[in-house]
């Protein structure tokens, strides 16, 4: 290819790890900064081992990596603090209450767990969509179903500090369904 820059890459993409670097950028929700994080891990830690780490519940790219900038790009973690001290009060609760869920949640169960109208809580929900802080899809019916990234969630939990009581409401909340 003419025109095209080459750089020196600490791994190489080959058939052995090439599953596990689309893996990782799936686990990494495709955000650009936790992608360049990631690329700053794999001199210590090869793309397989990133992912087994992530999808253990570890926090592989906490730590700095050698180029990373300071203030809120120098991690992801700080970059998703910054966002949460952002946010208004209804909004930090609404993502509190979306930690407990596993795979997502419509208004009307985050309602149900949280407190508040499900019209309250879908526009809270969407203006977190606009944040990029959730992703929403459409179950079969056409409702709206929201969700944490994971790389997002992972984040947030610790900030968010879902209590006992919002664990508890969730667990009462599934057994009625």
């Known amino acids: 290819v003419t025109g095209v820059q080459t750089c020196a890459l600490p791994i190489s ?5 090439g599953a ?10 495709g955000l650009p900064l936790a992608l360049e994080l990631a ?3 794999v001199r210590e830690l090869p793309p397989e081992a990133l992912c087994r780490a992530l999808q253990a519940g570890e926090a592989p790219l906490r730590r700095k990596g050698r180029r990373t900038p300071e203030g809120r ?9 910054w966002s949460w001290h952002l946010l208004p009060a209804d909004q930090q609760h609404t993502l509190a209450v979306l930690t407990v869920f596993r795979g997502g949640a419509s208004a009307e169960q985050v309602a149900a767990v949280g407190g508040g109208t499900p019209e309250a809580v ?9 944040a990029s802080l959730l992703v929403s899809t459409a ?3 056409g409702a709206a179903r929201y969700a944490l990234l994971h790389s997002i969630g992972e ?4 900030l968010a500090g879902a209590g006992p009581e919002l664990r508890q409401a969730h667990q009462i909340g599934r057994a009625h369904v």
Do not use: F, Y
Request: overall charge positive; charged content about 25%.
């Open 13 to 17: 993409l080959h058939g052995r790890n």
């Open 20 to 29: 596990a670097v689309v893996a990782l950028c799936r686990l990494l929700d």
């Open 39 to 41: 690329a700053s891990r």
């Open 73 to 81: 790009h120098a991690s992801l973690e700080r970059l998703i603090e």
């Open 122 to 130: 879908q526009e809270r929900l969407a203006g977190l969509v606009r």
């Open 139 to 141: 179950t079969p019916t």
């Open 155 to 158: 984040g947030l939990r610790p």
